[in-house]
């Protein structure tokens, strides 16, 4: 069971009848719900110190931008008068708090906070601070940064503040290979990147530098979650892997399975399941991005379990 302060809101949004599922109890089954599914450390860190603030506080609250990808959430969040802003100035009410998202901002955006003089919570990763400081300290000694990850994401447009205007980013090993020479550069990785993806890019930058850093920052939630991935995936008629639609980690999470395995589903909801290949899948393999919450996740086990139990099939947590 989820810990306070969301574990009375995790309650509130299951259905009726449905119950927790112990994930973690190993037993025989045909349906495999991984361990590593749902909010890694940082996320849940986050949405719980938020709800915590909300809860404790008669100030307005202001997330600027998303707190997480996931729809779920934030209309959690919303539900509790936590609003939505994208730019600092739009924090209208300055007695309120302003919440620095879980994928970290640029020095230059933590200024124009700084000058809004509006209290500020920092719910950035301790993962993403840690490629922040890497980035920050080899950009000190000129190294350029060369960054694989996806340009438009929150996490990555962060971590360029850091490179001191000598950065670049990459996602595939065909914009590495038309990379120019470099004296000195340090790669780094979105830290929810796919750790073979971010070596294959890493060996070509290589050959094109004097001196080449290769900065791993892929956390390891994400390394579990796409080892446990890669070794039940391959085995299984259908995997569920189930987030949001804009979540890169999640999206990232299910092209992964799709090389592994014929039928793959990634669905926001239990609504999107596609009933047919449910039962007829022998082996079902559920997993989930580290913006997904718990509720979600067991909603979806609980469609599946309902909609095999007419087919008189068994389900098993490992």
């Given at each position: 069971m989820p810990s306070a302060p969301l574990g009375d809101f995790y309650k509130k949004h299951r259905k009726k009848g449905q119950k927790k599922y112990n994930i973690s109890m190993p037993r025989k089954e045909d349906i495999i719900v991984a361990k590593s599914a749902g909010f890694c450390p940082g996320v849940k860190h986050a949405v719980d110190q938020v709800v915590a603030l909300a809860g404790s506080r008669k100030k307005p609250i202001y997330t600027l931008g998303p707190l997480i990808h996931n729809k779920q959430v934030t209309a959690m969040l919303e539900m509790r008068d936590i609003k939505t802003i994208e730019k600092p100035e739009e924090a209208t009410d300055k007695r309120g708090i302003l919440i620095i998202r879980a994928h970290g901002i640029t020095p230059d955006l933590q200024r124009q906070i700084e000058a809004c003089e509006i209290s500020v919570f920092d719910a950035t990763c301790p993962l993403v601070k840690h490629a922040q400081n890497i980035i920050a300290?080899?950009?000190?000694?000129?190294?350029?940064?060369?960054?694989?990850?996806?340009k438009e994401h929150a996490e990555v447009i962060g971590l360029t503040g850091y490179a001191q205007g000598r950065c670049t980013v990459i996602s595939s090993l065909a914009e590495a290979q038309a990379l120019?020479?470099?004296?000195?550069?340090?790669?780094?990785?979105?830290?929810?990147?796919?750790?073979?993806?971010?070596f294959e890019i890493a060996e070509e930058i290589k050959k094109h530098a004097n001196m080449c850093q290769i900065s791993n920052t892929i956390c390891q939630p994400t390394k579990d979650r796409q080892k446990e991935t890669m070794e039940q995936a391959k085995n299984a008629d259908l995997v569920?892997?189930?987030?949001?639609?804009?979540?890169?980690?999640?999206?990232?999470?299910?092209?992964?399975?799709?090389g592994l395995c014929k039928h793959v589903q990634h669905v926001e909801t239990e609504d999107e399941l596609d009933e047919k290949l449910v039962v007829d899948a022998k082996r079902i393999f559920i997993t989930a991005g580290a913006s997904t919450p718990g509720w979600v996740i067991d909603s979806v086990v609980f469609r599946v379990k309902t909609l095999r139990d007419r087919a008189n099939r068994k389900i098993v947590y490992r």
């Amino acid at each position: 069971m989820p810990s306070a302060p969301l574990g009375d809101f995790y309650k509130k949004h299951r259905k009726k009848g449905q119950k927790k599922y112990n994930i973690s109890m190993p037993r025989k089954e045909d349906i495999i719900v991984a361990k590593s599914a749902g909010f890694c450390p940082g996320v849940k860190h986050a949405v719980d110190q938020v709800v915590a603030l909300a809860g404790s506080r008669k100030k307005p609250i202001y997330t600027l931008g998303p707190l997480i990808h996931n729809k779920q959430v934030t209309a959690m969040l919303e539900m509790r008068d936590i609003k939505t802003i994208e730019k600092p100035e739009e924090a209208t009410d300055k007695r309120g708090i302003l919440i620095i998202r879980a994928h970290g901002i640029t020095p230059d955006l933590q200024r124009q906070i700084e000058a809004c003089e509006i209290s500020v919570f920092d719910a950035t990763c301790p993962l993403v601070k840690h490629a922040q400081n890497i980035i920050a300290k080899f950009a000190v000694q000129d190294y350029h940064t060369v960054i694989v990850g996806d340009k438009e994401h929150a996490e990555v447009i962060g971590l360029t503040g850091y490179a001191q205007g000598r950065c670049t980013v990459i996602s595939s090993l065909a914009e590495a290979q038309a990379l120019p020479h470099f004296e000195k550069v340090n790669v780094v990785s979105q830290t929810t990147q796919q750790e073979s993806v971010f070596f294959e890019i890493a060996e070509e930058i290589k050959k094109h530098a004097n001196m080449c850093q290769i900065s791993n920052t892929i956390c390891q939630p994400t390394k579990d979650r796409q080892k446990e991935t890669m070794e039940q995936a391959k085995n299984a008629d259908l995997v569920i892997v189930v987030g949001g639609k804009h979540s890169a980690n999640t999206a990232r999470l299910a092209e992964l399975c799709r090389g592994l395995c014929k039928h793959v589903q990634h669905v926001e909801t239990e609504d999107e399941l596609d009933e047919k290949l449910v039962v007829d899948a022998k082996r079902i393999f559920i997993t989930a991005g580290a913006s997904t919450p718990g509720w979600v996740i067991d909603s979806v086990v609980f469609r599946v379990k309902t909609l095999r139990d007419r087919a008189n099939r068994k389900i098993v947590y490992r």
